[in-house]
């Protein structure tokens, strides 16, 4: 399909992988998408207590971003790292401008 990213087999595993590595343990921030295999990325950085910025699917939203910040969450992290409960949960309308702010790394 295009312009999307199907759930696989193993999402949970390369999620625990992806939190191995050193650049994953420094960040305090994480840029995803909100496509399912996402999903154990989101929440894992919920729970770890790092910023998540998710895309508004399919950029629909003049601010395409929703924020999620683990210390305001009523919700558990992997129910608002979905995305049909992030919309009603995240802080909405970041730019792309303010998510800069935060230096990703190349």
Do not use: N
Not at 48 to 70: H, N, R, T
């Amino acid at each position: 399909m295009h312009g999307y990213m199907p759930t696989f087999f193993g999402a949970e595993a390369a999620a625990d992988r992806l939190a191995e590595l050193p650049v994953w343990k420094r960040a305090r921030v994480v840029k995803a998408v909100p496509d399912t295999a996402q999903l154990p990325v989101r929440a894992r950085a919920l729970a770890e207590g790092k910023l998540v910025y998710m895309a508004v699917p399919d950029l629909a939203e003049p601010q395409p971003f929703y924020l999620l910040d683990p210390r305001t969450l009523r919700v558990p992290f992997a129910e608002a790292a979905s995305s049909m409960v992030a919309a009603s949960v995240a802080w909405s309308g970041r730019s792309c401008s303010r998510i800069e702010s935060h230096r990703f790394p190349s």
